[in-house]
């Protein structure tokens, strides 16, 4: 863990530094991705199901990679109660945030007579990746699969690691109403998405996060597919006062620190004491966590301490331009609002990050390594499309007709100047 002091002459220079710090994947991450990439574009299914082999230990034909209604309908079932209870209760309130974010269609004739506008299709395949390995997710089953229901998206294809497969997962989309889960995971899952394998059929867009390779391989498979992001370790800024409790703001630290050794958690704060307090209590809390030692080894190698005015905590903020920040303050939003580059603002000293992880209804899909400077989380309109429309009428387009020709024979393209002359009463 690092501790910046902004009264420090060479802040700005130490500060820089610690963020352009690489907390990805190394590079011959992306050149196994590609390998896998290309065995199962030209192997196909048989190629999906060797890797299944080789990596997960799982022994998959094309028929058993599919999972059945059965094994959803018993997931769900073996699923404890309060725990399907608060997956209903997540759904209905991602449900209702994402239904507000429906654009209308829009259309007019303008000045010159011609009829404009455009109107929003949903996608009609999208594939949804939900990691396994270090945990069972099923908040990322419902953020990713439920937007795209609200959008009206006529396939969702789930991929999910092969192995146990975690009830809770399969009550969630079972929540979120996806019928077609194939038990694969890794770049070749991501590959059989965008180019088909056997029984699966591609789709138009990857969303969801996944490891190192999952990533590597959406990079490389943009183009062929759309996909949501890239997804980079976690983090957290918590902008907090010397008035909250410092094992809360432990706490929250802590959120973002336990998902992956590579994560990040900064704490902004005006007070060394309070700081101290801060730093102790994740100290204490480590001893006792499942997750610590990547919570730990987190904290250790990328987390800090910034001790500066909090009326530079805005500028700071857009800096780092992080997945997450809380404003853990009274009026909070005097200083959140001055913020431009956040993925997601959480507001007041008992609005902890992990409520938006789950129930609050907002999405957790989030721009990483500073992509919130450029990007903004997952949405509805991840799942929709624009297409523009235009209708001209031989009045309107004496109007347009001639600006047109102007402009193509400027450009150098006589057959689009001929498109338009040959419409005008004077012809070409």
């Not at 088909?196 to 138009?204: K, L, N, S």
């Not at 480590?286 to 904290?299: H, I, R, V």
């Not at 404003?327 to 431009?340: I, K, Q, T």
């Not at 429309?389 to 007709?401: E, H, M, Q, T």
Request: net charge negative.
């Amino acid at each position: 863990m690092r501790r910046f002091q902004f009264s420090d002459p060479d802040f700005q220079a130490a500060f820089k530094a610690f963020l352009d710090e690489r907390r990805g994947s190394p590079a011959d991450v992306d050149a196994a991705a590609a390998a896998v990439l290309e065995a199962v574009r030209t192997q196909g299914v048989e190629a999906v199901l060797d890797y299944s082999r080789r990596f997960d230990k799982v022994e998959l034909t094309a028929e058993t990679i599919r999972v059945t209604a059965e094994e959803i309908e018993a997931g769900a079932a073996e699923t404890p109660a309060d725990v399907r209870e608060a997956i209903a209760f997540a759904a209905a309130r991602i449900r209702a945030y994402h239904s507000r974010q429906r654009p209308a269609d829009q259309a007019w004739t303008d000045e010159a007579g011609v009829e404009l506008g455009w109107r929003w299709t949903p996608l009609e395949a999208v594939g949804v990746y939900v990691p396994g390995g270090r945990a069972a997710y099923p908040s990322t089953v419902l953020m990713n699969a439920v937007p795209a229901q609200v959008a009206g998206v006529d396939r969702i294809a789930m991929v999910t690691p092969p192995g146990k497969l975690q009830p809770a997962v399969l009550a969630a989309a079972k929540e979120a109403g996806v019928t077609e889960i194939w038990r694969v995971g890794g770049a070749q899952a991501v590959a059989a998405l965008a180019y088909g394998a056997g029984p699966i059929q591609p789709v138009d867009k990857i969303v969801g996060p996944g490891n190192a390779y999952v990533t590597a391989a959406k990079r490389r498979l943009y183009g062929v597919v759309g996909i949501d992001a890239l997804a980079g370790p976690s983090e957290i800024v918590v902008v907090a006062d010397r008035d909250n409790n410092p094992d809360w703001i432990a706490a929250d630290l802590l959120s973002q620190a336990e998902h992956d050794p590579a994560a990040q958690s900064i704490l902004i704060t005006d007070d060394e004491a309070f700081a101290a307090a801060v730093e102790l209590a994740v100290s204490e809390r480590l001893k006792t966590l499942a997750t610590g030692e990547d919570a730990a080894a987190s904290w250790r190698d990328h987390g800090a301490v910034i001790i500066a005015p909090l009326d530079e905590s805005p500028a700071l903020v857009d800096a780092i331009a992080p997945e997450h920040v809380e404003f853990a303050l009274d009026n909070p939003e005097r200083l959140s609002d001055r913020v431009r580059h956040a993925g997601a603002v959480f507001l007041g000293r008992v609005t902890p990050e992990a409520i938006g992880d789950y129930v609050a209804g907002s999405n957790h899909v989030l721009p990483t390594s500073r992509a919130a400077r450029f990007q903004s989380g997952l949405s509805i309109y991840d799942f929709i499309k624009r297409t523009s429309i235009v209708k001209c009428d031989p009045a309107s387009f004496a109007i347009l007709g001639p600006h047109t020709v102007a402009l193509a024979k400027a450009e150098g393209l006589p057959a689009h100047a001929l498109s338009a002359s040959v419409r005008l009463p004077t012809g070409d």
